[in-house]
């Protein structure tokens, strides 16, 4: 066998190699992630609003279309009705 031929051969047995090895190396599994529990987030005090429960049309009453909802305490506007400054408001608007 001539030189050129096995030094051809070489040349391709070492690029077959390295490519076997930047292969395998590509194929690694990713680390295991390790879960923690975070630690649990404080209540939200919530806060019992007036809202619409339905659509109302422009000039007809409020029936049953009003109910309570939970709102966050921080969010709660001054403008808000709230169970807690008017608990009969259902009864008293549902007639408006």
Same mark, same amino acid.
Not at 2 to 8: E, G
Not at 52 to 59: P, Q
Not at 68 to 85: H, K, L
């Given at each position: 066998m001539p030189a050129s031929r &096995?030094? #051809?051969l070489g040349v391709a047995a070492v690029a077959a190699g390295g490519a076997g090895y930047v292969a395998k190396n590509m194929v690694v599994a $990713? $680390?295991?992630q390790v879960v923690v529990n975070a630690p649990a987030q404080p209540a939200v005090a919530l806060q019992d609003v007036l809202v619409l429960s339905g659509d109302v049309a422009m000039g007809s009453q &409020? =029936? +049953?279309n #009003?109910?309570?909802e939970e709102w966050p305490a921080d =969010? /709660? +506007?001054a403008n808000f009705i709230t169970r !807690?400054? *008017?608990p009969d !408001? /259902? *009864?008293k608007l549902k007639g408006s």
């Amino acid at each position: 066998m001539p030189a050129s031929r &096995l030094i #051809i051969l070489g040349v391709a047995a070492v690029a077959a190699g390295g490519a076997g090895y930047v292969a395998k190396n590509m194929v690694v599994a $990713p $680390p295991a992630q390790v879960v923690v529990n975070a630690p649990a987030q404080p209540a939200v005090a919530l806060q019992d609003v007036l809202v619409l429960s339905g659509d109302v049309a422009m000039g007809s009453q &409020l =029936g +049953n279309n #009003i109910s309570w909802e939970e709102w966050p305490a921080d =969010g /709660v +506007n001054a403008n808000f009705i709230t169970r !807690a400054a *008017e608990p009969d !408001a /259902v *009864e008293k608007l549902k007639g408006s």
